[in-house]
């Protein structure tokens, strides 16, 4: 039985292969001497520059702890003034005593002789003087009477209280529609200081005195150099 043929292989992709490899180690070698290593160092080296500029600065350490103030000593006692001894004085001297010598009283004088006085009787007491009479009682002031007072000044209303008519127009006007009762109000009035201090309705229907009171209130008067003027008036009412 024949044997079989095997093809030899071709050499040339072997060395095209081989071409290949030694080309590339070329290059690379070639890169290497031209610079290129150089820019990688620098890339490499700039990364890690600009990895440690970023980084974050330690916190600074902590201030160390102040230390205690220690409060002064207090001072020191002042030393006692030692005090002198007490002058104890020496002893007085024992008195001697001495024998006094005798004294003779003197002789007591001789006794006068008493005579017998008789006592003076009392003298009577002179009499005593009469009393003056009483005064008289004094006779009684009569009080002063009281003071009477003077009687108003009468005066026209015209003349102390000009302009009265319009106001008593104003104040009655629609009083006779109201009541419907005809009839004539007298009023007094009382002027004092340029001002009525008093008023009094003396008659006439009691429907209009309300109204005749407010008019005279409403006047304006003088007292025409008096204290006090005495002003009558008459209100009439009746249908028109």
């Known amino acids: 039985m024949p044997l079989p043929e095997?093809?030899?292989?071709?050499?040339?992709?072997?060395?095209?292969?081989a071409t290949a490899v030694?080309?590339?180690?070329?290059?690379?070698?070639?890169?290497?001497?031209?610079?290129?290593?150089?820019?990688?160092?620098?890339?490499?080296?700039?990364?890690v520059e600009m990895a440690i500029i970023d980084a974050p600065a330690p916190p600074p350490p902590p201030p160390p702890p102040r230390p205690k103030e220690t409060p002064p000593p207090p001072p020191a006692p002042a030393p006692?003034?030692?005090?002198?001894?007490?002058?104890?004085?020496?002893?007085?001297?024992?008195?001697?005593?001495?024998?006094?010598?005798?004294?003779?009283?003197?002789p007591a004088p001789a006794a006068a002789p008493v005579q017998a006085v008789q006592p003076e009787p009392p003298r009577p007491a002179p009499p005593a003087p009469p009393a003056?009479?009483?005064?008289?009682?004094?006779?009684?002031?009569?009080?002063?009477?009281?003071?009477v007072p003077a009687a108003p000044v009468r005066a026209e209303v015209g003349l102390a209280c000009?302009?009265?008519?319009?106001?008593?127009?104003?104040?009655?006007?629609?009083?006779?529609?109201?009541?419907?009762?005809?009839g004539v109000v007298k009023?007094?009035?009382?002027?004092?200081?340029?001002?009525?201090?008093?008023?009094s309705v003396l008659s006439g229907p009691r429907e209009y005195?309300?109204?005749?009171?407010?008019?005279?209130?409403?006047?304006?008067?003088?007292?025409?150099g008096a204290d006090e003027v005495q002003v009558n008036f008459e209100i009439s009412l009746r249908e028109e």
């Open 80 to 106: 006692k003034t030692p005090q002198p001894p007490a002058v104890v004085p020496p002893p007085p001297a024992p008195k001697v005593w001495a024998p006094q010598p005798e004294i003779a009283p003197p």
């Open 22 to 47: 030694v080309g590339l180690h070329l290059l690379a070698g070639w890169a290497l001497m031209s610079g290129l290593a150089r820019q990688t160092v620098e890339t490499v080296r700039q990364t």
């Open 162 to 182: 000009p302009g009265y008519a319009q106001i008593i127009q104003d104040t009655m006007a629609g009083a006779f529609d109201r009541y419907g009762i005809t």
């Open 209 to 224: 005195h309300r109204l005749a009171v407010s008019a005279a209130r409403r006047m304006k008067c003088q007292a025409s």
């Open 6 to 17: 095997f093809e030899t292989p071709s050499r040339a992709p072997r060395w095209v292969g």
């Open 187 to 199: 009023v007094r009035m009382l002027v004092r200081g340029g001002q009525v201090v008093e008023t």
């Open 132 to 147: 003056p009479p009483a005064p008289p009682a004094p006779a009684p002031v009569a009080a002063p009477a009281p003071a």
